[in-house]
């Protein structure tokens, strides 16, 4: 049957909160993907889609050509798709010149594993939910809909989830229309306006799954029963969307998103193919393998540490202005760093505190300390910028770095080798695994702090195997241990409490340990 799908993306999914403040709610991932993805992926290869676009409009149609380089889509800019005026139904006439066949609503935040039933005749798509004040609701006499009930309503058969068929598309177009031309600045006038007072028979499609993502609340329960093994960590303004043999990177900042394209050039064939890439997204081939922190041993690390100083840290410059900008780096961004972290927990400055038993300087003083320490180094290499065991897919083939860091001090070549020593050397000792089982402690009385975490003897090994590799191709290793400790303070901000008090104590504690030279 020759039909068209219908889904509109251009609303601001504004019961989603800050979520939607940086993209379009149609790309809030669900599993390994975003939600329009769960949408194009239920219809067959030849389906021709027609996508109104708003909010955040130009993500949707990058990610979606992109993505889908081989499927169908047109797409209509929504001239008012917020406030006054603007609704679904509105929306929806936009896109009516597109749709004189045919077609299937579907709305961007449905989501069901159901097989769609093709618009052969007209249907609604009903679920069995007890719960209907944030739904519209059918009620049903034998397979056909006889009754649209506003939310709210206690006497029905099925919420309605936002999935129609229509066959009869004239009708279907003119009595939305009507809809419109009776209350045009309605917000609330939808497709269900128009199948209210439909002349022919609409059916019901009994869905067996329906996941709603247009709330928080819904959210979270689609993503608990659609999940997946990637731990991904959720940010707002990015995202990452793994699928069968490419991955997607989204970023808010389209800087950010052109940096990490250019620099991927410069990883010297040490990350995977880039695949394509817009303003907001880059597409690179999903490599096989397991990532470093699941299977890393002594042995593998020195073959692989070996591999690394030759192909991406053998090549050197010196610049003596380099130092300038690792100091910026190291510093000045640690102290906007610390004034975030203190303004969290309501506080204008440090005080010392007793740390593990050890008196430790307010983080001002280490931080004034640390500036007149020999670790702005003038030798500029290429580098990695997030060098840690899960940023690194093994596999038999060798090492793959992914999730590289877009520039180092504003630079997209060059980078200090040290950072990337650094980060190793922190996850070596904090690592996602001892985030996700919170298996680190702080307890705090009065003025005293202890801090403590857990690592693993096969890490431990690892790390004496990673310090020798230092010794041995002369880099300092009390230079590696200073900026592991600020990286932890930098890190503290980032994260909620009791993981940011955590960060910031042991980050000062071990500052603290090694510029006094204290063991």
């Known amino acids: 049957m020759n039909f068209k799908v219908l889904v509109t993306a251009s609303g601001l999914g504004s019961r989603l909160g800050s979520i939607t403040d940086f993209t379009n709610k149609s790309l809030v991932r669900i599993g390994t993907k975003p939600a329009i993805s769960h949408i194009i992926e239920n219809y067959s290869e030849d389906v021709k889609f027609v996508i109104t676009l708003g909010h955040f409009g130009n993500h949707v149609k990058s990610f979606l050509e992109l993505a889908y380089p081989t499927r169908s889509f047109e ?3 929504i001239d008012n798709y917020s406030g006054k005026g603007s609704s679904l139904g509105y929306s929806m006439l936009q896109a009516k010149h597109l749709l004189q066949c045919p077609f299937i609503f579907h709305a961007c935040d449905t989501i069901t594993k159901d097989t769609i039933q093709e618009p052969s005749y007209n249907w609604m798509a009903g ?66 306006h128009a199948l209210a007072n439909f002349s022919k028979p609409i059916k019901i499609l009994k869905l067996n799954t329906w996941y709603d993502i247009g709330n928080t609340n819904s959210l979270k329960k689609a993503r608990e029963v659609l999940g997946s093994n990637f731990k991904i960590l959720d940010k707002v303004d990015e995202n990452i969307f793994i699928f069968d043999d490419y991955v997607i990177k989204f970023f808010h900042d389209t800087d950010i998103c052109r940096n990490r394209v250019k620099r991927a050039n410069y990883l010297k064939g040490n990350g995977p193919s880039l695949l394509g ?216 901000p980032l994260h909620e409490y009791p993981l940011s008090k955590f960060l910031f104590n042991f980050g000062k504690y071990n500052l603290h340990r090694e510029l006094s030279n204290e063991k």
């Open 75 to 77: 797409f209509v800019k």
């Open 277 to 492: 890439y817009s303003d907001n997204f880059y597409k690179y081939e999903l490599i096989e393998g397991d990532v470093f922190s699941k299977t890393v041993t002594p042995s593998s690390l020195e073959y692989f540490l070996n591999n690394i100083q030759n192909s991406l840290w053998s090549q050197k410059v010196v610049d003596e202005f380099f130092k300038d900008t690792c100091h910026h780096f190291y510093v000045k961004k640690t102290k906007s760093r610390v004034k975030k972290y203190l303004d969290s927990t309501n506080r204008s400055y440090d005080t010392e505190n007793y740390i593990n038993g050890t008196l430790v300087p307010p983080v001002e003083a280490l931080l004034a300390k640390l500036e007149l320490q020999d670790i702005y180094s003038s030798v500029k290499t290429y580098f990695h910028g997030d060098f840690i065991l899960d940023n690194i897919i093994y596999n038999s083939q060798g090492h793959t770095l992914i999730d590289w860091r877009q520039d180092f001090g504003g630079s997209v070549e060059y980078g200090d080798v040290y950072y990337d020593l650094s980060k190793f050397n922190h996850n070596l000792i904090f690592n996602h695994d001892i985030v996700n089982k919170k298996l680190y402690t702080i307890e705090e009385i009065e003025n005293t702090v202890n801090v403590d975490i857990l690592v693993s003897k096969r890490l431990l090994d690892c790390q004496e195997v990673f310090h020798k590799f230092l010794s041995d191709n002369y880099y300092s290793v009390k230079r590696v241990k200073i900026l592991t400790a600020v990286i932890w303070i930098n890190m503290a």
């Open 127 to 192: 679920y069995s939910k007890l719960e209907s004040s944030q739904y519209r609701t059918l009620k049903v006499r034998g397979d056909e809909v006889f009754k649209i009930n506003d939310k709210g309503e206690i006497n029905y058969d099925f919420v309605y989830v936002g999935l129609a068929g229509i066959k009869d598309y004239t009708l279907f177009w003119s009595s939305l229309e009507k809809a419109y031309q009776q209350d045009s600045q309605n917000t609330a006038l939808s497709d269900c």
